[in-house]
């Protein structure tokens, strides 16, 4: 079955420093989503993609945060400057055109802030 | 921002049925209905999803309410691979943006 994947699994940064999360979602799908779960809480949506921008971004999503798909394949997910509070699971999606299908998430990478 | 709201836990004996409710109280006419389950250590998977009419699939079954401001998980046999948090959540109905998650329901399975 078709897997999303994402790498690292896990990334230890300084604070103030700038992290790269990386995603390689499934090949025929048209959506891109990151959420991220900050330890025993809910997962939250971050921002969704769709044919090169952004389409749907929370307020967590502030001007620290940016996405990129830089060659067809990849979708990754920017930190420019990261903060303690910024150390959660940070979980990517990808899903079909249209409502008829659900999302495929990845198994996340946990950001440690330190 | 969609308000979906679940029970903090539940538990049920193996081998039984199990009814996981959800409150949609912010849900527009056209939101879809997702649920999602997720294993420790992992991403969250997709169970089923639905806009109106109850739906059926091989892992579980979702009834709505009428008015659309609940719906219930069904898993009608429960197994102890069932033990996981459970989501539910609204999709927006303009391009798949936005899946917005419920506080989760952790489910336990007596053996």
């Known amino acids: 079955e078709p897997e999303v994947t994402q790498t690292p699994s896990h ?34 949506f971050l921002v969704s993609f769709y044919n090169n921008e952004i389409s749907e971004k929370s307020e967590i999503f502030d001007d620290q945060f940016s996405v990129e798909r830089p060659d067809g394949s990849n979708f990754t997910l920017k930190i420019r400057s990261t903060k303690l509070e910024d150390s959660a699971m940070y979980f990517c ?14 198994s996340g990478t946990r950001l440690t802030v330190v | 921002d969609a308000k979906t709201t679940q029970p903090n836990s539940m ?13 949609h109280s912010t849900i527009s006419g056209t939101d879809y209905i997702h649920w999602y ?7 969250p998977e997709y169970v089923i999803h ?25 898993l009608h046999r429960a197994t102890l691979r069932d033990a996981a948090v459970y989501y539910c959540g ?22």
């Open chain 2, 11 to 23: 538990e049920s004996n193996e081998e039984e049925p199990v009814h996981l409710p959800c409150n």
């Open chain 2, 50 to 74: 639905g806009l109106t009419s109850n739906v059926n699939n091989r892992m579980a079954s979702l009834a709505i309410a009428e008015d659309r401001k609940s719906s219930t998980l069904i």
């Open chain 2, 37 to 43: 389950r997720q294993l420790p250590s992992q991403g």
């Open chain 1, 93 to 106: 999606a990808s899903s079909r055109a249209g409502v008829d299908y659900g999302y495929t998430f990845g």
């Open chain 1, 11 to 44: 990334q230890v940064t300084q604070m103030g420093q700038e992290v790269i999360l990386r995603c390689v979602p499934i090949s025929n799908h048209l959506y891109f989503y990151w959420y991220r779960q900050i330890l025993g809480q809910k997962v939250e």
């Open chain 2, 90 to 111: 609204d999709q927006i109905n303009f391009g798949n943006e936005k899946l917005t998650f419920g506080t989760g329901t952790r489910l336990t399975i007596i053996p």
